[in-house]
């Protein structure tokens, strides 16, 4: 299985800030990343695929890139609502995997 | 509108079958496949699985297989996650997901509470 590892497992940040979430791969993915944001108690949220392309609705300040083995969440100008656990994941082969997650808190 | 209702939430012992599932609605049921992920509590999630609603073709994680069955009934828009014996281990929400072909989820359901207790 292919295995990802987030880093930072957690992050406090400030309304405001600019943060950045760096997901590694165990090997290549080439670009079949994804970001999910799960907020306590609910069902998680899906805001990027193929490592770089928002999802449907998903407001510009979420921003993502990278290729192969090492990507990147980067949200800017953090809101009271951004607070929540973030989950990269491949989907280049089976069984997709998730990060452990980030858990980005408010400082 | 896509939706993704799941079934509630579900209190059984050790031993006991189990069958929950996932309605779409607002899209084309079988042009998508339905994917499960397991969060055991205070833990991060787990890819468990897809079906494509079509034809019945599944992928499993191998850490799954066996442990659960996913079917599907296309005709009346429903997914389902199935044990034949549960064990506490079972304990967690399990959330169904829209699965794009060639991507990954980009609709989810609202979650299935599963908990076993003697």
């Known amino acids: 299985d292919i295995q990802m590892t987030q880093s930072p497992s957690s992050l406090s940040a400030s309304v405001g800030d600019r943060v950045t979430i760096t997901c590694r791969a165990s090997?290549?993915?080439?670009?079949?990343l994804a970001w999910f944001q799960q907020k306590p108690g609910k069902a998680p949220k899906s805001l990027i695929y193929a490592a770089s392309t928002l999802q449907s609705g998903v407001p510009s300040k979420f921003s993502g890139s990278g290729s192969g083995t090492d990507f990147t969440l980067t949200i800017s100008s953090l809101q009271p609502e951004d607070f929540a656990t973030y989950y990269c994941?491949?989907?280049?082969?089976?069984?997709?995997?998730f990060g452990q997650g980030t858990k980005l808190e408010i400082k | 509108e896509v939706q993704l209702v799941q079934s509630g939430a579900e209190v059984k012992k050790p031993g006991e079958s189990l069958k929950i599932s996932c309605k779409g609605s607002g899209y084309t049921f079988t042009n998508y496949w339905i994917g499960w992920v397991r969060q055991m509590p205070g833990k991060g999630l787990e890819w468990m699985g897809i079906?494509?609603?079509?034809?019945?073709?599944?992928r499993f994680n191998p850490s799954f297989q066996g442990q659960v069955t996913i079917s599907v009934d296309k005709s009346i828009n429903t997914a389902y996650l199935q044990w034949n014996s549960l064990k506490a281990s079972d304990t967690a929400i399990y959330y169904c997901g829209r699965h794009v072909t060639g991507t990954t989820f980009d609709y989810w359901g609202q979650g299935s509470l599963v908990t076993v207790s003697p």
């Open positions: 994941q491949q989907y280049n082969a089976y069984p997709y995997t």
């Open positions: 079906i494509y609603p079509d034809d019945s073709d599944t």
């Open positions: 090997q290549g993915v080439s670009h079949y």
